[in-house]
C-alpha cells in the first residue's frame, strides 16, 4: 500500500522550531519531486517547498525563504522540512506530497494537480 505520512507537526511559540518529516512507504522517494504544502482554515492549499531528486533542486515559498529548509534521506525514504523561527501565519495544516512525473524543481512553484500521492497533513500551531 502507498502511504506518505506526514508527522512532528504540533504547538510552537512565535520564533520556535519544528522539524516535519514525511515518511513513505509502499513505494521508493527515489527519483521523484518531492514537494511540502500547506493549508490553514479559510484559505487555499500553497505551495511551501520542493526538493528534486535528479538535480538537488530546491524551490520555497517566498514567506519562508530563509525560515525553512528542505531535504531528504533517500535511505530512509524520507523528506524533511526544518522550521524556524515560526511565525503565526505559518500555522497550517501541512502535506507532503510526490510529483511522479518530475525529478526537478527547477521548474518553478510546485502545483497542486501535478502530485500524485499526498499524506494526510500534519497540525502546525503557532501560538504563545
Known amino acids: 500500500q502507498v502511504q506518505l505520512v506526514e508527522s512532528g507537526g504540533g504547538l510552537v511559540q512565535p520564533g520556535g522550531s519544528l522539524r516535519l518529516s514525511c515518511a513513505a512507504s509502499g513505494f521508493s522517494l527515489d527519483y521523484y519531486a518531492i514537494g511540502w504544502f500547506r493549508q490553514a482554515p479559510g484559505k487555499e492549499r500553497e505551495a511551501v517547498s520542493c526538493i528534486g531528486y535528479s538535480d538537488g533542486s530546491t524551490f520555497y515559498a517566498d514567506s519562508v525563504q530563509g525560515r525553512f529548509t528542505i531535504s531528504r534521506d533517500n535511505a530512509k525514504n524520507t523528506v524533511y522540512l526544518q522550521m524556524n523561527s515560526l511565525k503565526p501565519e505559518d500555522a497550517a495544516v501541512y502535506y507532503c506530497?510526490?510529483?511522479?512525473?518530475?525529478?526537478?524543481?527547477?521548474?518553478?512553484?510546485?502545483?497542486?494537480?501535478?502530485?500524485?500521492?499526498w499524506g494526510q497533513g500534519t497540525q502546525v500551531t503557532v501560538s504563545s
Open positions: 506530497a510526490a510529483n511522479l512525473m518530475r525529478s526537478s524543481c527547477a521548474a518553478g512553484p510546485p502545483r497542486n494537480y501535478e502530485y500524485d500521492y
